[in-house]
């Protein structure tokens, strides 16, 4: 994985942890962040190491981070619109703001604290939006800062077959702050990017090769069949009943709960 998608993806993890907040007086992740701790640190813990090289704050992060190997690209970009922005570009006012385009005309950024101020509030994203993802605005920006890595072509990603094993939730990015967009039913089988899993709140998250996210737990490498399906088998009295049936379902991979809600719905039509 590159640095600028390494950079890109942790500024998705903390936008969707809700664990993390905004805060100028405690901003280096313990638990809080600021609009500079949190772009700087994106790239520090990608490897390219802004902060060691003393960045701290968005009034030396531009002379920092070209000493990096950044590249001002702003002249090739349209500020206004976004148009020519790439995935890890970093969005820079000096004087008061700075945020990460993450792609599809979206950005992340430390905002504000839910107080609407820059200190003082609980630690966390009180609100869900302290760190954020959102569409892309002008702020205005002074310039475009991009870290080039010509001298290798990514490799493309692959991707492993998994099978839902119990219903679960697809989003936009890693966590469950992030916006959910639909649901995987048992049985449906998904390609995984190999790779891609990182933790969110203790919980491990993987990239779909739609490229939305769902929590690795509801997944399993094991081929198994629909909710629909093993209602059926089970309606037929091929499971056992009572305890034995929750022991064997839960031993092949089957979600209980989710088995037996189909197995009420099939019967309620008969």
């Known amino acids: 994985m590159s640095k600028v998608e390494k950079a890109a993806r942790f500024m998705e993890q903390i936008a969707a942890d ?49 000493r990096c190997g950044f ?63 959102r569409s892309y ?37 890693p966590g469950v702050g992030a916006t959910y967009k639909g649901t995987l039913a048992v049985g449906t089988n998904v390609k995984v990017e190999n790779g891609s899993e990182c933790e969110v709140a203790g919980a491990p998250w993987v990239r779909l090769k739609s490229g939305y ?9 094991k081929k198994i069949k629909s909710a629909a399906d093993v209602a059926r088998e089970v309606i037929a009295g091929k499971w056992g009943n009572g305890s034995e049936r929750v022991r064997r379902l839960t031993a092949a991979g089957y979600d209980y709960v989710t088995v037996q809600r189909e197995v009420n719905r099939l019967l309620k039509k008969r």
Not at 90 to 107: E, P
Not at 146 to 165: C, G, H, L, N, Q
Not at 213 to 221: G, K, Q
Request: include cysteine; hydrophobic fraction near 30%; proline fraction near 4%.
């Open 18 to 66: 809700n664990s993390h907040g905004y805060d100028q007086l405690s901003r280096w992740g313990s638990p809080d962040y600021d609009c500079s701790s949190l772009v700087i640190s994106a790239y520090e813990q990608a490897g390219v190491k802004v902060r060691t090289a003393g960045a701290t704050y968005t009034g030396n992060m531009y002379n920092v981070f070209l």
């Open 71 to 133: 590249k001002d690209v702003t002249s090739s970009v349209n500020r206004q619109t976004g148009s020519g922005l790439k995935r890890g570009d970093v969005l820079l006012n000096k004087t008061h703001h700075t945020a990460m385009y993450i792609g599809s005309g979206r950005l992340a950024e430390a905002a504000i604290n839910e107080q609407g101020g820059i200190y003082g509030g609980r630690p966390g994203d009180q609100t869900g939006q302290e760190i954020r993802i």
């Open 137 to 173: 605005y002008s702020y205005p920006w002074d310039c475009v800062l991009r870290y080039p890595e010509t001298a290798a072509v990514p490799a493309k990603p692959t991707y492993t077959t998994w099978y839902v094993k119990s219903e679960v939730n697809y989003r936009t990015a």
């Open 213 to 221: 996210w769902c929590c690795r737990n509801y997944l399993t490498t």
